[in-house]
């Protein structure tokens, strides 16, 4: 036959099923690499980062950044000293506690655990002092943000939406497992895998992901994240 | 290769359709066209596609005109519902082979893809599915037991794994005597494809 041997491959013309595995991990408090649990992914039909710096292309300034960054900072240091002595604190207790339970003399380990509690009480009082002081402002000021934010990118779910109907995809969210795996099946579009997730080491920072997905499998960790304030 | 690939899509694809034909809902029951069309077409195809769906509404209605009614062409729906992505698309594609029980396939087959948008995002498609039941004048009994039963899934899960040996890996793709279209390609593409076809089969009688 004159035409044999023609195979067409148009693979936005179509759907096709594509199974995508993905792992989150970020750094703990010692800053070893550590599964994020319970985390939603999910995956859109477009590049979230580009939409947002389109829209934001002209729009004023996003307000306070200076005033939040520098408000972040105060905070920090009295909430990085309270998960600091909370370590050793607990830590201290544990020893003290093992050397009772091995028959052993507790005196020492306990004076210092009693040490690290009388001073973790101590970075409680000046952490619940910084909240009381520095949260109010911080709220109002988010609060300013969101609502810049609503301006700014008022037509975002307009975009997205548009975008994701123009090649028939629509998102697909997993949640990761206990050591931080999920999947997803998407189509053969192109995807960009999205997730954030709270710093532990700061109340006011996240790590953030938008990834484009190539391959099969998605790794969301410190290498392909972002790490950026909380606005 | 190409050749040998094309080999050995036609053995799977003459096999697919002989084990199809033993099946409940037999393959005429889906086939639109005169039986003695020298050109046969295999559509593999999921309700819940939309790129099936662009290709029902705004391609076959050319094709089915041009080549089906001609008798130059037999079309055969083969269901490939691609699950993962489309989670109706099992209840949709049963809900059509069970109207081929009662000779209604493709009226059922076009109102489902044109109401695609509708039952495509439900969370339980099947109650709007049944208010399609009277307005394609089924017998409703038979239906909802049909449905119920799920009396037709294992043929559907038997005509996708044809599908899938016959070469295909999305949706909609189309098997034309030996060779695959991949997708909801132009209305110029299957002229050209089905003219040639129609040509090298009917130069042969």
């Known amino acids: 036959m004159k035409f044999l041997g023609l195979v067409l491959l148009a693979l936005l013309a179509g759907c096709q099923e594509r199974v995508v595995t993905f792992r989150v991990s970020i750094p703990d408090l010692a800053g070893l690499e550590t599964p994020v649990p319970d985390l939603i992914v999910t995956f859109l039909p477009y590049d979230r980062d580009s939409i947002l710096r389109t829209l934001e292309t002209g729009a004023p300034p996003r307000p306070h950044v200076g005033e939040l960054d520098s408000l972040f900072r105060a905070f920090r240091t009295p909430f990085q000293r309270f998960l600091l002595l909370s370590d050793s604190a607990g830590r201290a207790r544990q020893t003290a506690d093992s050397v009772r339970a091995a028959g052993l003399d507790p005196a020492a380990p306990e004076t210092a655990a009693a040490a690290l509690a009388s001073r973790l009480a101590a970075a409680r009082t000046t952490l619940d002092a910084a909240r009381r002081e520095l949260w109010p402002t911080i709220t109002a000021y988010r609060q300013d943000v969101a609502a810049w934010e609503d301006s700014v990118y008022r037509d975002y779910r307009k975009v997205t939406r548009s975008q994701a109907d123009r090649i028939f995809a629509t998102p697909v969210a997993d949640t990761t497992d206990a050591l931080g795996w999920g999947s997803a099946a998407i189509t053969s579009a192109r995807w960009w895998a999205t997730a954030r997730t709270v710093d532990p080491a700061d109340p006011n920072r996240e790590w953030y992901w938008n990834v484009r997905v190539e391959g099969d499998t998605v790794h969301l960790d410190p290498r392909t994240g972002r790490n950026r304030p909380r606005y | ?205």
């Open chain 2, 1 to 205: 290769m190409i050749r040998s690939f094309v080999v050995s899509v036609i053995a799977l694809g003459v096999a697919g359709a002989a084990r199809l034909a033993a099946q409940d809902v037999p393959l005429s029951a889906r086939t639109l066209g005169s039986a003695a069309a020298p050109v046969t077409v295999y559509e593999m195809s999921d309700f819940q596609c939309p790129f099936c769906r662009r290709h029902v509404l705004e391609t076959f209605p050319v094709l089915e005109q041009e080549y089906v009614r001609t008798g130059k062409v037999k079309w055969v729906f083969v269901n490939y519902p691609l699950t993962s992505i489309h989670p109706n698309a099992v209840a949709a594609a049963s809900f059509a082979m069970c109207a081929a029980r009662q000779d209604k396939f493709w009226p059922a087959h076009d109102v489902l893809f044109r109401n695609q948008e509708t039952w495509g995002p439900l969370k339980n498609p099947a109650p709007f599915l049944l208010t399609l039941v009277d307005s394609l004048k089924l017998s409703r009994a038979p239906m909802v037991a049909c449905l119920d039963k799920q009396e037709t899934v294992a043929q559907i899960k038997a005509d996708a794994e044809g599908a899938v040996k016959s070469g295909a890996q999305s949706t909609p793709t189309f098997y034309v005597e030996g060779n695959l279209i991949i997708g909801a390609q132009p209305i110029g593409l299957f002229r050209m494809v089905l003219d040639s076809a129609y040509a090298a089969k009917t130069r042969k009688k």
